[in-house]
């Protein structure tokens, strides 16, 4: 594909779309206009015609239109997204057929919530679920378990609150059976994956079931309690599960009955997202409760620390809510070792002690469309790797096969699927989870016959805000979200083609950079600290000769200066923008920095995370960070295309920042 293709996709950074766009927006408009009038065109207007003579019409218009034109003139404040000269955070121009569906759609302002207030959109919403779950390989045949599902959020961090949070209801249902049988003394048996009966097992058993082995349970439970029980007993129970569950009890009141387990943790790898900080406080599970994971020295999650730990927790007994992984890490675009991350699961697993595996691609998620076939296969790697130089390396391969393995995904529309905010999603692959997370529900289970809990998932979504964090929420993301996935469909050959164009931008710079750094011989030396698995590439700069990491970070900062966007002055005068990063010695040994220090002729034992005085910052390495996903960074005007532009620029502005340095 070439980049002729992108020509109707964006507005483009001269607006070269802009008679595409007003034609289709007026033509929507109007449209709406008609729809309101054919609504009851018997009632009477309510507004009469002459109303716009009267003196208050025309101040309450004067004063919109004055406050229209401020904000107007205030948003050219903006940041210019839209232009392939930014480079710097996870934001670029939009997708046309997003962009039309959300503003037409926002005239009819619908409400996701639910179906009753969204009868057009929440039904796209339930299709965008399917359609992200089949991207990343997740089976969604609806009549049978597992059967993935999903849904829109406001964005990455509430869709991994909501990962979290669904994880930790599933996960304590099997102690509150155990206690449903104890206070009422029924007997169900041997339910479901249970070897002996409920009130046989130890809490820290119950606690290591699969999500797949705990739907199992659940409907294992339901069918027998059925059976087995009277309709009083059956009540009488039904009623003892519901109020031991953790949405009745809360954390401190399941672990106040199950004195003998200890409170559980959450392993990220060490340079995850703040999000999931947040998710621990938010939940109550505490921040302290978050397990670090090292990172290697290409900012990967480090699977042989991630066993070790994994051993370590399991030896005293703490349990282990889920392991996160990371699929395009924020600051550093770097992709974690998921295939690993899967084997290890399924070995822990054989071992009696699964754990769940939440990716967090909120970055690097619609990246799977790259890989997946039209036929819903994946793409093989020979095949791939014909479209790029390097792209993708073994681990990243084999990381986004096995996101069909993992139990749930966070994706941000509004990141790589170039959609306007508000836009992230959850995605499960467990369609059976709804029903451990309904807010509605008086009873774990339905006093009807059992309603198979996979055949009526589209019914149970259409009443959404029963079973997500959010309430209220914009129709108008789902359209948007719906319009791009059909036009584009996400596959290889569909949605695939914007993404390839924005690895083959990155290689692009990533081959340019051997020059660059002989260009700036003698007056500053140029590494890329790791090899970047995506489309994010991070530089580190050091001026020629120096050893002082504080120095070379003060360098980098200056440098920044020139690139960053500046409320208080005109954005126009900023010839590039791009964005910077910080590798903290917290976040990664010095033996792991060595390959980032040592090429830029900085001893490793430079980086401390308690800097000198003298040196105050030597507890990080500074990075300019480039998030390479604007859609025409290899236009070309005179041979030349933005990423020679953009380097040309910071070689100049490396000279003017020696030149002027006082350090
Ligand atoms: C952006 C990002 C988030 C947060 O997503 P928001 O949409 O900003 O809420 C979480 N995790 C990763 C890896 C991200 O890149």
Redesign the pocket.
């Known amino acids: 594909m070439s980049e002729s293709d992108l020509y109707p996709m964006f507005l483009g950074p001269y607006a070269e779309n802009a008679d595409l766009l007003e034609e289709t927006l007026v033509d929507f408009l109007r449209d709406h206009m008609y729809w309101r009038r054919n609504f009851h065109p018997e009632d009477p207007p309510a507004i009469p015609t002459s109303a716009s003579h009267r003196d208050d019409y025309i101040d309450f218009v004067a004063d919109m239109k004055q406050e229209l034109h401020a904000l107007s003139a205030d948003l050219k404040k903006s940041v210019p997204f839209f232009s392939p000269r930014y480079v710097g955070h996870?934001a670029s121009d939009l997708l046309l057929p997003g962009l039309i569906a959300n503003l037409v759609t926002t005239l009819y302002n619908p409400n996701n919530v639910a179906e009753e207030a969204a009868p057009a959109t929440l039904e796209k919403e339930i299709d965008v679920g399917f359609q992200l779950a089949d991207m990343f390989g997740f089976p969604t045949d609806p009549t049978r378990e597992p059967c993935g599902w999903g849904h829109l959020?406001?964005?990455?961090?509430?869709?991994?609150y909501e990962g979290l949070r669904n994880i930790i209801s599933l996960r304590y249902f099997p102690l509150a059976l155990a206690d449903a049988v104890e206070t009422t003394d029924l007997r169900i048996g041997a339910a479901g994956p249970l070897e002996r009966a409920v009130r046989d097992h130890q809490s820290w058993e119950l606690f290591h079931l699969s999500l797949s082995e705990i739907i199992e349970l659940r409907d294992d439970v339901a069918d027998r309690a059925r059976d087995r029980f009277d309709r009083d007993d059956f009540r009488r129970f039904n009623r003892a599960l519901s109020e031991s569950r953790l949405e009745s009890r809360g954390l401190v009141g399941m672990h106040r009955e199950h004195p003998d387990l200890k409170p559980p943790v959450v392993v990220v790898p060490r340079t995850?997202?703040?999000?999931?900080a947040k998710a621990m406080k938010i939940l109550g599970l505490g921040t302290g409760n978050l397990v670090d994971i090292e990172v290697d020295e290409n900012m990967r999650m480090d699977i042989d620390d991630l066993e070790a730990t994994l051993e370590s927790l399991r030896d005293k007994r703490v349990p282990v809510l889920t392991v996160v992984g990371?699929?395009?890490?924020?600051e550093f675009g770097t992709v974690d070792p998921i295939g690993d991350l899967v084997d290890l699961r399924d070995a822990f697993e054989a071992a009696g002690t699964p754990f769940p595996i939440h990716i967090?691609?909120?970055?690097?998620g619609y990246l799977a469309s790259v890989f997946r076939s039209e036929d819903g296969g994946m793409v093989s790697r020979k095949r791939l790797q014909k479209d790029f130089h390097y792209f993708p390396s073994r681990t990243v391969y084999r990381a986004f096969d096995a996101l069909s393995e993992v139990d749930s995904i966070?994706v941000?529309p509004?990141?790589l699927g170039y959609v306007p905010?508000?836009?992230?999603a959850y995605v499960s692959r467990h369609g059976g989870m709804l029903d451990f997370i309904a807010q509605g529900a008086a009873y774990v289970f339905d006093v009807e016959d059992d309603p198979s809990s996979d055949t009526n998932l589209r019914d149970k979504l259409r009443n959404l805000g029963q079973y997500i964090l959010e309430g209220s929420k914009p129709g108008s993301a789902a359209a948007a979200v719906h319009v791009t996935h059909n036009v584009l469909p996400l596959h290889t050959d569909g949605f695939g083609r914007v993404l390839k164009g924005t690895i083959r931008a990155s290689e692009y710079f990533f081959d340019q950079i051997d020059e660059f750094r002989q260009r700036l011989d003698g007056v500053v030396d140029v590494q890329i600290p790791f090899e970047p698995d995506s489309n994010l590439v991070c530089l580190a700069i050091n001026p020629e000769g120096n050893e002082s990491l504080d120095r070379m970070n003060r360098f980098g900062r200056r440098l920044f200066d020139t690139m960053r966007v500046d409320a208080s002055q005109p954005i126009q005068r900023r010839p590039f923008i791009a964005s910077y990063t910080s590798l903290m010695a917290e976040d990664i040994s010095p033996e792991r920095a060595r390959r980032v220090l040592e090429p830029l002729g900085i001893s490793t034992d430079m980086l401390t995370e308690d800097p000198a005085p003298d040196s105050p910052q030597s507890d990080h390495v500074y990075l300019i960070r480039n998030t390479l996903m604007n859609p025409w960074l290899l236009t070309e005007d005179d041979g030349r295309n933005y990423i020679d532009r953009y380097l040309d620029y910071l070689a100049d502005a490396i000279r003017d920042c020696r030149a002027g340095a006082a350090d």
């Open positions: 996870m959020t406001s964005g990455g961090s509430v869709a991994n995850a997202h703040y999000s999931w990371v699929l395009g890490n924020t967090d691609a909120a970055w690097g966070t941000d509004h990141k905010y508000p836009a992230g």
